[in-house]
């Protein structure tokens, strides 16, 4: 079945230090794909999408591009903040099928 | 604006106690799905309801009942609870019954105890 495999956490780094969180992806068809975060104590919230393959989704700084020859969509961000200490999951959605989530990614970024 | 409000956010029951989670969405989407999220697993869907007046079981649905009061409503309900039901429990809506490229919304969750 569809399945997505993020790196483990936790990902810990200085502020100002570059992100790159790892997620491939196994599907039958053609998914869409999505990174949510989450913060301390809150539900999940999108940070960015890509709906089809060389798509690039951005937000807030954040970028992921869809990479149909590899099956990935890893999230990169050029100079992270303590701010953006969270909780990263990476989702797919392919037709009328549900969301499928990874076991998400623990961020740390220290001062 | 609220989004996707659930209610409680916090419970403890005994083993055997029933409840019953609430969550209401007011942005008139025509989805809602239930999850929980457990250490290590991520998220995993309980239920959903792809419109008013339906409801499937998704990955995990044993001990679990659901019910689309409205548009607006999808609750959760345990019946006989157990301490493998203790989990931060999830619902999100999103706006078409066409799931593929339409984001999810979340309320804050409700974190259960069981004991």
């Known amino acids: 079945g569809d399945s997505v495999t993020q790196m483990e956490g936790p990902v810990t780094l200085s502020e100002e230090a570059f992100l790159t969180i790892n997620c491939t992806y196994t599907?039958?068809?053609?998914?869409?794909l999505f990174w949510y975060v989450q913060y301390p104590g809150e539900g999940l919230q999108l940070l960015l999408k890509?709906?089809?393959?060389?798509d690039k989704g951005s937000n807030k700084g954040f970028e992921a591009t869809y990479r149909k020859e590899t099956t990935s969509f890893h999230l990169e961000k050029g100079s992270v903040q303590v701010s953006d200490s969270a909780v990263y999951f990476c989702?797919?959605?392919?037709?009328?099928?549900?969301?499928?989530f990874g076991t998400g990614t623990r961020l740390l970024v220290s001062p | 604006n609220a989004g996707v409000t659930q209610t409680p956010k916090f419970q403890v029951l005994k083993t055997g106690q029933s409840m019953t989670l609430q969550c209401a969405q007011d942005m008139n989407h025509n989805s809602m799905y239930w999850y929980r999220q457990d250490p290590g697993m991520g998220l995993r869907l309980i239920y959903y309801?792809?419109?008013?007046?339906?409801?499937d079981k998704g990955e995990v649905p044993n001990g679990y009942n659901v019910s689309r009061l409205n548009k607006r409503e999808f609750s959760l309900r345990l019946e006989s609870a157990a301490p493998s039901q203790t989990s931060v429990y999830f619902c999100?809506?999103?706006?078409?019954?066409?799931?593929?490229?339409?984001?999810?919304?979340f309320g804050d969750g409700t974190r259960l105890s069981i004991l």
């Open positions: 309801s792809a419109s008013e007046g339906t409801t």
């Open positions: 989702a797919l959605r392919w037709g009328f099928q549900k969301l499928v």
């Open positions: 599907a039958t068809g053609y998914p869409s």
């Open positions: 890509a709906t089809k393959a060389d």
């Open positions: 999100a809506s999103s706006e078409g019954r066409d799931h593929s490229n339409q984001p999810q919304h």
